[in-house]
C-alpha cells in the first residue's frame, strides 16, 4: 500500500490518481496507523512553507513521518511543497523551521531587472546528475512540470538532478531512502508517469 | 530552459464548451473531457477551464469536469469562473486544479489577491483581465462577460494585481477573442514588459504565425489557444512544430 500524506496542502487528488492508474494501492491519508501500515510514503503540496509545516503539526503527523521514514527508512517521496518541508528551514514569509531531514534551506529566486520571471512556471529541462532506479527509462535532458516561486538550497551530494532557471537548482535531491522532485511528475504527462512508476518499484536503497 | 507553453482554454458552459466572438454569439464545441483528452494527447503544456456561466448553484458541474479530468489528464490544470471565496479556490484545488483564474472578485476587492496568493501560494493564483476599447476609445477593463466596465486601465491593473501577489496574468482582449484575428501584441508586449510575472496572451489567435507574434514581438510567456483549435484544421502538436522551427523554445518530449 502506497499512502499519500493528507495535510490540506493543495491538489493531493492527481497524485494519488496517477499512482493509481498505475496499479498501485493507494491511500490518502492523515492517519497515523495508515501510514505505519503503509509500505510506501508520498507527501505532495503546494502553498507556503509555513502553512504546511503548521498542517503536519496539528495533524500530529511529525512523530510518525519521522519513525517511518527517518527511523524506518520507508521509500518517501516528496513533491514540490513535499520537497521544501524536509529543509532545515525557509526564507518563505520570514523564517521557518523544516523538518530537518535534509540539510537544507529553502530560497526564493530573485533576479535583477526583471531578467526573469517568478514564479518559475512551465516545462523545463532538467540535467540529471546521478542516475538512479528513479530515472530509469528517462533521457537525461527531460522536460517536467514547474510551478515555484522558492527552490532548495542544498549540498551537491543529495542533487540527483538540477534544472537551469537564472541559477542551477536542485530538481531532485535524494538522501537514502528519500526522494524528492521541486517538478510535479503528477502534472507531467509520459516523463512523470514514468518516474512515479519508477518510484513504485523502488526499494529505496 | 523554461519553455514557452502551448495552452488550449476551454470555456464552459452548463457542462459543455463553447466558443464565441467578443464574449457573446456562443456555439457548443464539444465535451469538456473529451477535449481534454484530446489536448493532453496532442501534448498541450497547460490547459484552461473558464466557466462563463458560473454561479454557485452550478458549482458541481465544474467541480465535476475538474475532477473528470484530472483522473485522466496528468498535466497542469488552471480554472476559473464565478470564484467569490477563498473556500472556492480550496474545492477547486483539491478536485484537482493546479492554479485558479480569479476576475471579477480581485476587481472588486483587490484584497482578494494577496490573501488568496498567501493561503494557496502565489504561483496558484492567476488573475484574468479581460479588457477592450471603451466608448472613449481607451482600454478598459470589463467584467460580467464583456459588459460591466470596471473603471481601470488594463495597463494598472496588471501592476496592481502583480503588485498584490498574482503568479500570472491571463489577458484577454475581448475585442479580439474569437475573431482569429491575431493577439493585441501591443498591449501583450506593454504588460509582459512592466511586471515580473508570466503573462499568457489570449484572445485572437487565428493562425500559427500569431502565435509566434505573441512570443516575438509580444514578449508573452504562454500562448492561450480556442478558435483556433475548434474551427480550423491546426492542432498542439502543428503549434508546437511550428514554433521549434521558428526558434522559439518550446516542448520537444511532448
Known amino acids: 500500500m502506497l499512502a499519500v500524506i493528507d495535510y490540506k496542502m493543495g491538489n493531493i487528488r492527481s497524485v494519488a490518481k496517477a499512482f493509481e492508474l498505475l496499479g498501485a494501492d493507494v491511500i490518502i491519508t492523515s492517519k497515523a496507523g495508515d501510514i505505519e501500515k503503509a509500505e510506501r510514503l508520498v507527501l505532495p503540496g503546494v502553498g507556503a512553507f509555513s502553512d504546511g509545516m503548521r498542517n503536519l503539526k496539528e495533524l500530529n503527523l511529525i512523530n510518525i513521518l519521522n519513525k517511518e521514514i527517518v527511523n524506518n527508512k520507508k521509500p518517501f517521496l516528496g513533491i514540490c511543497l513535499g520537497m521544501q518541508l524536509l529543509a532545515k528551514e525557509s526564507e518563505e514569509f520570514g523564517r521557518h523551521e523544516g523538518l530537518g531531514w535534509v540539510d537544507a534551506e529553502i530560497k526564493g529566486f530573485k533576479f535583477e531587472n526583471n531578467k526573469l520571471k517568478v514564479p518559475h512556471v512551465g516545462w523545463n529541462n532538467i540535467n540529471i546528475k546521478k542516475p538512479n532506479d528513479l530515472f530509469g527509462g528517462i533521457k537525461n535532458s527531460a522536460e517536467f512540470y514547474f510551478v515555484h516561486s522558492y527552490y532548495m538550497f542544498c549540498k551537491e551530494e543529495i542533487i540527483t538532478a538540477d534544472c537551469d532557471y537564472g541559477i542551477r537548482f536542485a530538481a531532485a535531491i535524494r538522501q537514502d531512502n528519500i526522494f524528492a522532485t521541486q517538478f510535479h511528475p503528477e502534472k507531467s504527462q509520459t516523463t512523470g508517469l514514468k518516474l512515479l512508476n519508477n518510484f513504485l518499484n523502488w526499494k529505496g536503497l | ?254
Open chain 2, 1 to 254: 530552459m523554461i519553455k514557452t507553453r502551448i495552452i488550449p482554454c476551454l470555456l464552459l458552459k452548463d457542462g459543455r464548451c463553447v466558443k464565441g466572438i467578443n464574449f457573446s454569439n456562443y456555439r457548443d464545441v464539444g465535451h469538456p473531457i473529451t477535449n481534454a483528452k484530446i489536448y493532453d494527447a496532442q501534448g498541450a503544456d497547460e490547459l484552461i477551464f473558464l466557466d462563463i456561466a458560473a454561479s454557485t448553484e452550478k458549482r458541481k458541474i465544474l467541480i465535476d469536469i475538474v475532477e473528470k479530468t484530472a483522473d485522466e489528464c496528468f498535466m497542469p490544470l488552471t480554472v476559473g469562473g464565478g470564484i467569490r471565496s477563498l473556500e472556492d479556490i480550496g474545492n477547486l484545488l483539491r478536485a484537482g486544479a493546479d492554479k485558479i483564474s480569479v476576475n471579477t472578485i480581485a476587481l472588486e476587492d483587490p484584497k482578494f489577491i494577496s490573501e488568496s496568493s498567501r493561503k494557496y501560494g502565489k504561483q496558484c493564483i492567476v488573475v484574468s483581465i479581460d479588457y477592450k476599447l471603451n466608448d472613449k476609445k481607451e482600454l478598459e477593463v470589463f467584467t460580467h462577460g464583456g459588459t460591466k466596465p470596471a473603471g481601470k486601465s488594463p495597463f494598472d491593473w496588471a501592476i496592481e494585481a502583480a503588485n498584490l501577489g498574482a503568479g500570472e496574468i491571463l489577458l484577454t482582449n475581448i475585442d479580439k477573442e474569437g475573431t482569429r484575428g491575431g493577439y493585441d501584441i501591443g498591449a501583450i508586449r506593454k504588460i509582459s514588459d512592466s511586471v515580473n510575472i508570466p503573462i499568457i496572451a489570449s484572445g485572437g489567435a487565428g493562425s500559427l504565425e500569431d502565435l509566434k507574434r505573441g512570443v516575438e514581438e509580444g514578449h508573452a510567456s504562454a500562448v492561450s489557444l480556442a478558435s483556433i483549435l475548434h474551427f480550423t484544421d491546426q492542432n498542439v502538436i502543428k503549434a508546437r512544430n511550428y514554433l521549434s522551427t521558428h526558434g522559439i523554445d518550446v516542448r520537444t518530449d511532448a
